[in-house]
Nanobody, 131 residues
Framework: QVQLVDSGGGSVQAGGSLRLSCAVS????????IGWFRQAPGKEREGVAT??????????YYRDSVRNRFTISQDNAKQMVYLQMNTLKPEDSAMYYC??????????????????????WGQGTQVTVSS
């Protein structure tokens, strides 16, 4: 059974950077589509980025508002997925969650997703960006 532990959140000023980490346990890591979602108070949980693990990082998705600022990556030896967040803005403030779904379809993974598309979730890590 897959378990996710996300970490790395914190408080930064606008323009700063943070790197979120998602530790993936279980023996199906290479079959996974891993996503990062975020949820601000009073708002729906939204997908931020995804990566198809078996493509070695060759298949990714970013929502428009974070493209060219955020980078999702993987470390297969450690079974880790990262979200490097640069040039942070106050509107990036939210609880960030990593999520997993077993899928070998790179095309399915590399698109916008809803919360219901993923069946395993981390506990969340808070990101606060001040202006």
């Amino acid at each position: 059974q897959v378990q996710l532990v996300d970490s790395g959140g914190g408080s930064v000023q606008a323009g700063g950077s943070l790197r979120l980490s998602c530790a993936v346990s279980g023996d199906t890591y290479s079959w996974m589509c891993i996503g990062w979602f975020r949820q601000a108070p009073g708002k729906e949980r939204e997908g931020v980025a995804t990566i198809s693990i078996h493509t070695g990082g060759g298949s990714t998705y970013y929502r428009d508002s974070v493209r060219n600022r955020f980078t999702i990556s993987q470390d297969n030896a450690k079974q880790m997925v990262y979200l490097q967040m640069n040039t942070l803005k106050p509107e990036d403030s939210a609880m960030y969650y990593c999520a997993a779904r077993r899928s070998l379809s790179a095309s399915w993974c590399a698109r916008e997703h809803e919360r219901s598309d993923f069946d395993t979730w981390g506990q969340g890590t808070q990101v606060t960006v001040s202006s």
